[in-house]
């Protein structure tokens, strides 16, 4: 049968009509033990202290997990993104977990392993991060003004890369032009929201000295590569598995902290850990859209036809590279698409 | 130690008996005590209807509801709307001819959702049918494809 021009009945539907889909949250196994993270209330602060006793100490709580206690298993505690450009001014990988330093309203900074997820929301809330709140950088225009405060505190300054696109004479088409309107824009900041969030799964297997982590990602391969490089493991022993994805709209391309922190406990305690997504989480620890500042001008002969478009745009990349600069190339980039535009710069 | 109390519930036909904690959703109890993961939870804030199933008939948001609260109630989730395994009720058949789900995240709440509304109204308007899922998101489908569904099944739409 061509499939061309036909309508090609989907091998999923049926499962998932009849509730029997296996989306991340459905995995279940022996001995499974459920996460929660502690995150930064502050968009800046340093973390003085963590005290965990207490927490520890609630019956059902196998593990509270610092950044110390991760050290010893990773050969490398930053997530790097595969998207190398000669455009970075400077680098800011996200870490598994904080170590003095949090930089977003979300970002984790201890992680609780318990019997449920129930339980382990119980201890989160007894962990006591003694923070010192700094200046955040809110406002990815104002942040680049002289001596405003820095995302990061060693940063020399908060921009991560500068670079042009475009094509043709665009000083000529202006000077030619009929009219010349001039507009700036703020395309704010959105959430992707997939209905299902963000879940991570693991198993350590001792007896074949394999990693096996179901994860709700648009990229396994990409996982797969940054668990091996974090851990200093060849990538024949770890295995990425993606079950069905409830929707993903790019957040979930990206390899994110709670995913190395989820097969990092289940090395460390030798039992299957899930964590899963709430709603409050993916509204603060996962990738959002945009927030741009545009101005533009645009150049048109006397029959209102494009003659040229110039212009700059700000984008807020955020405090750490989670996805490289294509995100701000394709934003400008694309203008051009929609349209027969001679210049754009 | 957590309180927790027996209930006596019935889940898509089939009774049941459990010691749960006072405080699990029913939403968590069918998907980790009885293991019926098909009822999806997306919020759990009773926004997005993912989670929706059927108490005694009614559409309710398990996410919402306490496992205790269900003691002596019936409860029907998708696993229990197909007549067999080798057959959909109409509505998920319409659902799959018309492409009336993507992922299919939202599908569970969607369909227990609309048994409830086509019981009640069972010649819409595309207009009914809107309304009707207004409490329940998809963020793929763009809504058409489940409202064709609908509208072919109860025949108010011309092939």
């Known amino acids: ?345 | 130690v957590e309180e927790s109390r027996p209930i006596s519930v019935e889940v898509n036909g089939i009774a049941f008996r459990r010691e749960v904690s006072v405080r699990t959703t029913l939403a968590d109890f069918l998907r980790h005590d009885l293991m019926l993961t098909g009822t999806h939870v997306g919020c759990e804030h009773g926004v997005c209807g993912a989670c929706t199933v059927l108490v005694n008939g009614r559409s309710a948001r398990s996410c919402l509801m306490l496992a205790v609260q269900a003691d002596g109630e019936s409860v029907t989730t998708i696993e229990g709307i197909a007549p067999s395994p080798t057959t959909l009720h109409p509505l998920q058949q319409a659902l799959k001819d018309h492409h009336g789900l993507q992922c299919g995240f939202c599908t569970p709440g969607m369909v227990t959702t609309l048994i409830e509304f086509l019981r009640d109204c069972p010649k819409p308007t595309e207009r009914d049918v809107r309304v009707a899922i207004s409490g329940n998101l998809c963020r793929c489908t763009g809504y058409q494809g489940i409202i064709d569904a609908v509208l072919r099944v109860t025949s108010t739409k011309d092939e």
């Not at chain 1, 190398?84 to 904080?98: F, G, I, M, T």
């Not at chain 1, 979300?106 to 989160?124: F, K, L, S, T």
């Not at chain 1, 879940?199 to 994860?215: C, I, M, Q």
């Not at chain 1, 979930?252 to 709603?279: H, M, N, Q, S, T």
């Open chain 1, 1 to 345: 049968m061509s499939l061309i021009g036909n309508s090609v009945p989907r091998l999923e539907d049926e499962p998932l009509l009849r509730g029997k889909g296996r989306f991340i949250d459905d995995l279940h196994m022996p001995r499974m033990l459920e996460a929660a993270f502690v995150r930064s209330p502050h968009a800046h602060a340093l973390v003085r202290g963590i005290r965990k006793d207490a927490a520890r100490a609630l019956p059902g709580v196998h593990a509270v997990l610092v950044r110390a206690d991760l050290l010893p298993h990773l050969r490398n505690e930053f997530i790097v993104v595969g998207l190398p450009s000669k455009d970075y001014k400077q680098n800011v990988n996200r870490p598994a977990l904080v170590a003095d330093e949090a930089v977003y309203v979300g970002q984790p900074v201890a992680m609780v392993v318990a019997e449920n997820r129930y339980i382990a929301e119980d201890a989160a809330a007894l962990v006591e991060v003694d923070w010192e709140p700094l200046s955040p950088a809110a406002d990815c225009s104002a942040a680049l003004s002289p001596g405003a405060p820095t995302a990061h505190r060693g940063s020399p300054h908060n921009l991560l890369a500068e670079f042009p696109i475009g094509y043709g004479d665009v000083d000529a088409a202006f000077a030619s032009a009929a009219h010349v309107f001039k507009e700036s824009f703020w395309q704010h900041r959105g959430g992707s929201h997939s209905i299902e969030c963000r879940g991570t799964v693991a198993a350590s297997d001792p007896n074949e000295e394999r990693l096996t982590v179901w994860t709700s990602t648009q990229m396994a391969h990409a996982a797969l590569r940054v668990l091996c490089d974090m851990l200093g493991r060849d990538e024949d022993s770890v295995r990425v598995v993606t079950p069905d994805v409830g929707g993903g709209f790019g957040p979930k391309l990206v390899f994110y902290a709670e995913d190395i922190c989820v097969a990092l406990a289940a090395i460390i305690l030798g039992r299957p850990v899930k964590w899963i997504e709430d709603r409050l989480e993916h509204f603060v620890a996962t990738t959002q859209e945009r927030d741009q500042h545009w101005d533009v001008e645009v150049a048109v002969d006397g029959e209102a036809r494009l003659l040229g478009i110039r212009g700059t745009l700000i984008h807020d990349h955020g405090a750490y590279t989670a996805r490289g600069v294509n995100l701000p190339y394709n934003s400008a980039e694309q203008i051009a698409i929609g349209y027969e535009l001679p210049r754009i710069e």
